[in-house]
């Protein structure tokens, strides 16, 4: 029996694959429009020939709904061609391969040489035309043999993709791939394929109309228990009963749904208390649904605290310099503040740019005192900064020390500012700072910084993250637009405001103030637009993108700003067809409102 490698090249479409690399034409008689186009765009795309570089990506998502359904159909038709040297992959709806089935130790071997294996990205960005990236945009069913793949690497294969579509949404869900050695299976495996991806959907329809009707009737049952407010949430389907309308008016529900957001997937009742834009405190009971063991999404009953309307509590502690209203940030800075009243030393923690310092400065400001600050990043082996501060905390009124970036202290340097709080705690007060405060990122500090450091302070404060306290934007965007107004009278538009808060900001206040000092620049008017921002905050994804994605993403965006949303026309500006514009519109969730 002869094995893969003892078969005949398929010459004819090796030549002409040679001939378009080498030549470059536009057209080639006798390769399919489809192969050619693809070609085409590798070119563009500029992907290796000879080396393949798929994209690893460590957080794929295995317990999606498409991941979910597909796993008992693909167990199924794995067991059917155990006899086969097939695999059986299933990917996202970017070609992230979240699976794979196959019990043919060869063709394993061959897969894993070039990484079509769970982790990696097939799509054509990477590697250029296969079943899985071709599939992708061109949105149908694709068959790709030997040498019609464009890397060389890929030659010794034939892959047939079929794409998934969401069954409810009607978005494109992921693909069914079926890979084996070239010319064994030829259209059977597409058909095969086609066959499968159909059953996925099937199966995912069952799956959603299963768990959506398990979330309706406890929405239900929850409405019918009680007059209050309810809301039913889950990835596809948001519902509000009229109560909730009544209560709260289209801001304040937005603000709502985006705090259930980070509670939805808890398998556990949650409770937790929300500011809203209008001043009210809302109160959210959240319960988890299940549709047999998967979990359907909740059901949360919303209540607005009596007498708890923002207006009536101005009494609440206001730190100069910094802005929110939120909860978790008014806890933090109350526990700041007595903090500094009880002379504890305190240390904040929280991710970049969260304000840590601001609010150290904000509490040493209100009680009348210098805040002394120290980037402990920055500070050098020699012991020339350590005498500089030791003059500063001497030279005066006992002003507050805030170390900032403690964490990052080289292992002189800590030994050094040790010695100095060690100083500091014996000494009396006039040689010693009123109030000490450190600042440290949201990892856990390395062993030396635990052990030497930490034990100074007795108070420890976590600053929540912006995207924990979005409500505040409604306050902290004018705060920080007014110092980049340049005299001008600035806002921002209701609809850009709900697009700002619909981000996660990764890089929390601090990323808000550049992006906004951008915008600043980029108003013409004295109303910043959504296309006044920067690119990548026209679009709104979860997922972390590739560098190529990024820059394929803002080259989407600039043209639908230049071409005022006209899909259509961007695509013909940048070359793509219009199907191709529409998947990568909704696959980086780019916001479509130029107007």
């Not at 794979?100 to 035309?129: H, I, K, M, Q």
């Not at 985006?258 to 405190?281: E, I």
Request: glycine share 6%.
């Amino acid at each position: 029996m002869t094995t893969h490698e003892d078969r005949p090249e398929p010459q004819p479409m090796r030549s002409l694959r040679e001939k378009f690399l080498s030549r470059l034409v536009p057209e080639i008689p006798g390769v399919r429009d489809v192969i050619t186009a693809s070609w085409r765009r590798a070119l563009e795309h500029q992907v290796g020939v000879e080396e393949s570089a798929p994209v690893f990506v460590a957080d794929r998502d295995e317990e999606s709904l498409l991941s979910h359904s597909a796993t008992p159909v693909l167990t199924n038709l794995s067991a059917e061609l155990a006899s086969h040297p097939v695999a059986i992959l299933l990917t996202d709806a970017h070609g992230l391969v979240v699976n794979r089935f196959s019990t043919d130790r060869a063709l394993n071997s061959g897969l894993d040489r070039v990484s079509l294996a769970p982790g990696y990205s097939y799509a054509e960005e990477s590697v250029g035309t296969n079943g899985i990236g071709t599939a992708l945009e061109c949105q149908k069913s694709v068959l790709v043999s030997g040498f019609e793949h464009y890397n060389s690497n890929l030659t010794e294969f034939e892959c047939a993709g079929a794409p998934i579509i969401h069954p409810i949404r009607g978005h494109l869900a992921g693909v069914l791939d079926l890979t084996s050695w070239a010319d064994t299976s030829g259209p059977l495996l597409l058909t095969l394929a086609r066959t499968t991806a159909k059953r996925i959907e099937e199966a995912m329809l069952a799956s959603t109309g299963a768990r959506e009707l398990s979330l309706f009737r406890e929405y239900l049952a929850s409405c019918q228990r009680g007059s209050g407010a309810v809301l039913a949430v889950n990835q596809d389907v948001v519902m509000v009963n009229s109560h909730a309308e009544e209560l709260f008016d289209v801001t304040d529900r937005a603000a709502l749904i985006t705090h259930t957001a980070d509670m939805v997937g808890s398998a556990k009742p949650v409770t937790v208390v929300a500011d809203l834009p209008s001043g009210l405190v809302a109160r959210l009971e959240y319960r988890p649904v299940y549709s047999g063991s998967a979990l359907a999404g909740g059901v949360f009953r919303v209540k607005s605290q009596t007498g708890s309307r923002r207006t009536t509590r101005r009494a609440d502690l206001q730190l100069p310099g910094v802005v929110g209203t939120s909860s978790l940030w008014r806890q933090a800075c109350a526990a700041a503040d007595a903090s500094f009243t009880g002379r504890n030393w305190l240390a904040l923690s929280g991710e970049r740019g969260v304000g840590k310092t601001a609010m150290a400065q904000a509490v040493t400001l209100r009680h009348g005192r210098r805040p002394v600050v120290l980037d402990c990043a920055a500070a050098e082996d020699d012991e020339t900064w350590a005498h500089a501060l030791t003059g500063e905390v001497t030279s005066g009124d006992a002003p507050a020390v805030i170390l900032q970036h403690a964490d990052a202290l080289t292992d002189e340097a800590l030994q050094r500012v040790t010695d100095l709080l060690t100083t500091w705690q014996g000494a009396p007060p006039a040689r010693a700072p009123i109030w000490v405060a450190a600042t440290f990122g949201d990892g856990e500090p390395d062993a030396d910084v635990q052990g030497w450091l930490m034990p100074f302070f007795a108070r420890a404060i976590d600053v929540p993250s912006l995207r924990h306290r979005c409500e505040d934007l409604h306050r902290l965007v004018p705060h920080l637009l007014a110092r980049h107004a340049n005299n001008r009278p600035l806002t921002t538009s209701d609809a850009t405001l709900r697009q700002l808060m619909r981000l996660p900001w990764t890089g929390n206040i601090r990323q808000l103030d550049q992006v906004l000092a951008e915008a600043a620049r980029n108003c013409r008017t004295g109303t910043i637009e959504v296309a006044d921002l920067p690119t990548e905050c026209r679009t709104f994804t979860r997922r972390r993108l590739t560098k190529l994605e990024t820059i394929e993403r803002d080259a989407i965006v600039r043209s639908l700003a230049a071409n005022k949303g006209s899909k259509e026309r961007a695509a013909a500006d940048l070359g793509m067809s219009r199907a191709t514009i529409y998947r990568k519109i909704r696959a980086f969730g780019i916001v479509p409102d130029y107007s």
